[in-house]
C-alpha cells in the first residue's frame, strides 16, 4: 500500500526485529540492493556482449576453413609422398601457405600419422633448434686435398690411383690356338695340381693369385677363350680394355707358327690392344721337338710389335714350369704402363 504513514512503516519493523530477535539498518539494506541491482544487470551485459563475440569468432572461423585447401598430416619419408609440394599424392601433402592449420583426419593409406604433433615451423625456421656446425675430421679434408690435386691431372689420374673395387686386381685374357695348352695352364695356376680338360668350347673364367715376386697376393681375373677357327674372331672382345693378355703357343708344333704369328698380330693391331702388355708362354717345353725361346722370338717376329710391352716365358702346363714365373712379368709390364702412361700426362701439361 502506498499511503502507509511512516509511523505505521517504523511499527512494523519493529515487529519484525521482535519477532526474528535482530536489528538492520534500513539504509544499509537499501544501499546492498542497489549494489546487487548494478552488479546483476553489469554481468547481464558482460555475458551478452562475450556470447557476441564468440559467435563472431565461431562465423569466422567456418569462412576461413571453407576456403583454406584440404591437407592431412603425413609423415614425408616414404617414397612417393611429397612433405612440402601440393603435388603429392592425395592425402599427403603440407604446404607452406597452410603450414601450421593442420588437421588430422584418419587415412588409410601408410603414412598416416596419429602421434604428438611436431612444431615444423620452428624446425624449419630454425628458432628452437639452434644450428650447429658440421665437424669436419682431418681425413675427410686431406682425402678432399688429394681429390683437388688429382682432378688438376685429370680424371684418369683419379681412376689410376684409387684402389680396385672388384675382387680381382687386374683382368687378363688368355688367348691361343687350338691344343696349346691354354686350358691346362689355367687350372694349374688355379689348384696347382694337373687336370685332365676337354677342347674349351666358348671360355673358362678363374680367379688365381700370384705366388711369386711382386705379384704374391694379387689377384688375377684370367679369361681362358677358345682357339677354334670359329671362335678366333671373339678375341677382340674379350680382349678389349684389358689389363694383359696372355698368347700361348704350342711351341713342339712348328708348323703352326705362321698361323700363330698371324692371329697374334691382328689381335694386337687393334686401336684397343695396340698399348697392352703381353706375356707369350712358349708351353709345352718338356717336349724334345719344343723351340727355345729365342727361336720363338724371331718366328712369331715380337720384335715388330708396336709396343715394347711384351714378354716370352718358357713353360710346361703340365708341371706348371714358368707359369707363376710368367704371371710374375705381366704384373711388371702392366704397372711399367701405368707409369709411361702417367708420365705422359704430366709431359702434356
Known sequence: ???????????????????????????????????????????????????????????????????????????????????????ASPGHSFSSETRG????????????????????????????????????????????????????????????SLPSISKEDFHVVMIGLDGAGKTTALYRLKFDQYMNTVPTVGFN???????????????????????QEKIRPLWRSYTRCTDGIIFVLDSSEK???????????????????????????????????AWSTEAVEEALGLKDLASSLWHIEPSCSVTGEGLDTGLNQLQMLINKRKKMAKRNRNKTK
Open 101 to 160: 592449420t593442420w588437421r588430422e583426419e584418419p587415412t588409410s593409406g601408410c603414412c598416416s600419422i596419429q602421434q604428438q604433433e611436431t612444431d615444423y615451423d620452428s624446425l624449419i625456421s630454425g628458432q628452437n633448434c639452434p644450428a650447429k656446425e658440421p665437424v669436419v675430421s682431418n681425413c675427410v679434408k686431406n682425402f678432399m686435398s688429394w681429390m683437388a690435386e688429382k682432378a688438376e691431372k685429370g680424371t684418369s689420374a683419379i681412376l689410376d
Open 255 to 289: 708348323d703352326k707358327f705362321d698361323e700363330a704369328k698371324v692371329e697374334l698380330f691382328r689381335t694386337m693391331k687393334y686401336q684397343d690392344n695396340s698399348s697392352i702388355p703381353l706375356l707369350v708362354l712358349a708351353n709345352k717345353q718338356d717336349l724334345q721337338s
Open 205 to 227: 673364367c678363374e680367379r688365381v693369385k700370384g705366388t711369386v715376386g711382386k705379384s704374391k697376393g694379387l689377384t688375377f681375373l684370367i679369361w681362358d677363350v677358345g682357339g
Open 1 to 87: 500500500m502506498h499511503g502507509t504513514p511512516f509511523l505505521e512503516r517504523r511499527k512494523r519493523s519493529r515487529d519484525c526485529e521482535q519477532v526474528y530477535g535482530q536489528e538492520y539498518d534500513v539504509s544499509s539494506m537499501m544501499s546492498e540492493i542497489e549494489h546487487l541491482s548494478l552488479y546483476s544487470s553489469n554481468s547481464r551485459k558482460q555475458s551478452i556482449a562475450s556470447s557476441i563475440d564468440s559467435q563472431n569468432k565461431v562465423k569466422n572461423g567456418t569462412k576461413k576453413t571453407r576456403q583454406e585447401p584440404h591437407f592431412t598430416k603425413s609423415e614425408p619419408s616414404s617414397p612417393g609422398h611429397s612433405c612440402y609440394s601440393q603435388n
